[in-house]
């Protein structure tokens, strides 16, 4: 056996050692002009574009079969000695690689062609077409794939290549480079395929293009179309049908996703609205696009974990528009509305950072949404229906219909900006509407309940919510009914100041004052809160007010009377004037001391007997640390009382004096106290 492959391996040797002295005699005696001839007439046939070659020529037989072509254009279409910015096509190096037995029988069959670091210019004009349109007429007139068909290969690969894209119509200017691509050409089929890499805008691509019927696309009529993306911001598909007899048309299924909505718009070129949410998303649906127009029916969007229907439509003529009709089972726009933040830290003060209204700008937007149910922050809202529309950089929410604090909200909101600056005017109006949950979760309050309404009108100017909130106007009216006002015991104050006057304000704030209706209107000037009207009524109490609180400060500065209600529509039996300052969260409730006086038998007359205004005011004084009133006096030592009848001399008794606080009396930090010697006089 081993003699018969040596048998054999004689005659191979021979064959190949002949072979190679052929191929090395063939690069010895190829007439290269005739290569380069052959070359060039194949790459017409298949393409029907003529080459013009400005470089140098190498061909290589062995060890490899091959011709290169430097510094390529196309003739017709510019110099390839100029500048070649304003070429449809130039190419550094083409590589076209020979068939090995054609080539021992003297013809130069191409196997594949290389294109290394070609340059794509593609430059669409106003009026229409591009650079392209005269080389793509060719290519439909000259590509005749089939049996028959002149061409013997269909791989043509490019390595390192740019295109650059202008459209004059538009401002656009795009370049994507390093494109890895290797094109399927149409030789045999007419399908058309390409795939590969490049890079644009920083992000490496990987594409894939596929093209049905590669002649039928390029006289504009109908084909199959396929194309695949993906990149790290964006995953792209479509899979229809592509035309172009007129205008572009596109029809079929497209769908796309990401892990970040906002880096997809940034890396697209589109800046995004605000900070707040716009992460993972995901879009299915159908698509018809016509010209600079798409429709998107069947849509199927996610977006930050919300699931949504309906219809979206885009349009790019004189500006990008973008419409959408979309209903939801459950929303959550927590996500869009948690960096908007109206108080700072502590929530003691308004935010002073400004506002980012750049996204604003970009895109026009008529927006239509509904959902069985929404959350808003901490706030829960049941059927909801509204509308957002975005145009020439303001913005404009209408709130049909939605159920919120267990009533209903109807009203619109508008903001227009120039520069940092916004414009905004909100109009709402709240029915049968829980006010605990309101004046909560909107305002920061924890003093009221009830059922009521709530009428707003406001318009403000600022570049954030401290300067919005120094220049509110407009007005607010607030009716409500069977609820209470936390922390305050008006009912409790009343009888006791009724009994005793001068016994001190006492723990009244403890408890709550229940009311049967509420009627407040306030009107807005420059930060400022007046109360034009403002009435709480009760079964036992009433309570009217008075007064301005700055929003700005979030402060009260009021002045109200409370009294008692007496049976039968009788005249009050006790009223009592008091105050109210402070901050909206915490504020100081404290009675009037000069009425106090008048009204307590045992200090009138006193206060008749002492003329001379410094007797008066000094027994004033002890009387305000005996009730509450006045200012804060200074820290002295507790002193016994000497008699039973109050005296301008007497010393407060120890509770009394600790019933003190800032700005008058702070019942809310006191606890009721003994009954004085003055008291008991009373």
């Not at 796309?256 to 998303?281: E, K």
């Not at 900006?417 to 029915?431: G, L, M, P, R, Y």
């Not at 922390?487 to 004052?513: C, D, M, V, W, Y």
């Amino acid at each position: 056996m081993a003699q018969g492959i040596k048998r054999l391996g004689m005659p191979i040797a021979v064959l190949l050692a002949a072979a190679l002295l052929g191929l090395a005699a063939i690069s010895w005696t190829t007439d290269r002009d005739a290569v380069r001839a052959s070359v060039e007439k194949q790459i017409r046939a298949a393409t029907g574009l003529d080459l013009m070659v400005n470089g140098a020529i190498d061909v290589s037989i062995f060890p490899t079969s091959a011709i290169t072509l430097k510094q390529v254009g196309l003739k017709g279409a510019g110099s390839p000695g100029s500048d070649t910015a304003d070429e449809p096509l130039t190419v550094d190096e083409l590589t076209a690689h020979l068939r090995l037995l054609p080539l021992l029988l003297r013809r130069y069959e191409i196997a594949d062609v290389t294109l290394t670091e070609p340059r794509i210019n593609v430059t669409r004009k106003a009026q229409g077409g591009s650079n392209w349109t005269r080389i793509v007429e060719t290519l439909a007139r000259t590509i005749k794939p089939g049996i028959d068909s002149p061409v013997s290969f269909s791989e043509i690969m490019i390595k390192d290549g740019t295109l650059v894209y202008t459209s004059d119509a538009h401002g656009i200017a795009e370049t994507v480079s390093g494109i890895d691509l290797s094109l399927a050409w149409p030789s045999i089929s007419r399908a058309f395929a390409a795939t590969g890499q490049f890079d644009w805008r920083g992000e490496r691509i990987d594409g894939a293009l596929s093209i049905a019927d590669f002649i039928a696309a390029l006289s504009g009529d109908r084909s199959g179309l396929k194309i695949r993306a993906a990149s790290a911001p964006l995953k792209f598909a479509f899979d229809g049908a592509i035309a172009n007899r007129t205008s572009l048309m596109m029809e079929g299924t497209v769908s796309a996703d990401g892990p970040s909505l906002r880096n997809a718009l940034r890396w697209a070129g589109q800046p995004a609205p605000g900070t707040g949410g716009l992460g993972r998303f995901s879009l299915k649906a159908r698509a018809n696009a016509v010209g600079e127009a798409m429709a998107l029916t069947n849509v199927n969007v996610e977006l930050d974990g919300n699931t949504a229907e309906g219809v979206i439509s885009y349009s790019n003529n004189d500006r990008q528009i973008v419409q959408a009709t979309l209903a939801a089972e459950a929303l959550d726009f927590t996500p869009y509305i948690e960096t908007v933040r109206l108080l700072a830290s502590g929530a003691r003060e308004w935010n002073r950072q400004m506002f980012d209204l750049g996204g604003l700008s970009a895109t026009d937007l008529d927006m239509r949404l509904s959902a069985a149910k929404a959350t808003i922050g901490s706030s829960r809202l049941g059927r909801t229906a509204l509308g957002a529309s975005l145009r020439n950089g303001t913005l404009a929410v209408s709130v049909g219909e939605a159920q919120i604090y267990g009533g209903i909200l109807k009203g619109s909101l508008g903001i227009a900006h120039s520069d940092a600056v916004a414009d905004v005017k909100a109009q709402f109006q709240f029915t049968d509407i829980d006010l605990a949950s309101f004046a909560s979760e909107l305002l920061g309050i924890n003093r009221l309940s009830g059922r009521g309404n709530l009428g707003l009108a406001v318009e403000a100017t600022g570049s954030s919510p401290f300067a919005l909130a120094q220049s509110l106007d407009g007005t607010a009216t607030l009716t409500g009914r069977d609820g209470a006002i936390g922390g305050l015991n008006i009912e409790q104050l009343l009888k006791r100041l009724e009994r005793r006057p001068l016994s001190g304000a006492g723990n009244f704030r403890s408890g709550s004052t229940p009311f049967d209706t509420m009627n407040i209107a306030i009107r807005f000037r420059d930060g400022v809160a007046t109360a034009e009207d403002a009435r709480i009524e009760g079964s036992t109490t009433r309570v009217l007010m008075t007064g301005t609180a700055s929003v700005p400060a979030r402060e009260y500065d009021l002045k109200g009377v409370a009294s008692l209600v007496a049976p039968n529509n009788a005249p009050p039996t006790f009223q009592l004037p008091f105050v109210v300052q402070g901050p909206w969260d915490d504020p100081l409730v404290f009675p009037d001391s000069d009425a106090l006086i008048r009204r307590s038998p045992a200090s009138a007359p006193l206060l008749d007997s002492l003329r001379e205004r410094k007797a008066r005011d000094a027994v004033k004084s002890v009387i305000d640390r005996l009730t509450g009133g006045g200012k804060k006096p200074a820290a002295e030592p507790v002193a016994q009382p000497q008699s039973a009848a109050p005296t301008a001399s007497a010393s407060p008794a120890p509770a009394a004096a600790s019933a003190t606080g800032p700005s008058g009396a702070a019942p809310s930090r006191s606890e009721p106290h003994p009954e004085s010697h003055s008291e008991k006089a009373d």
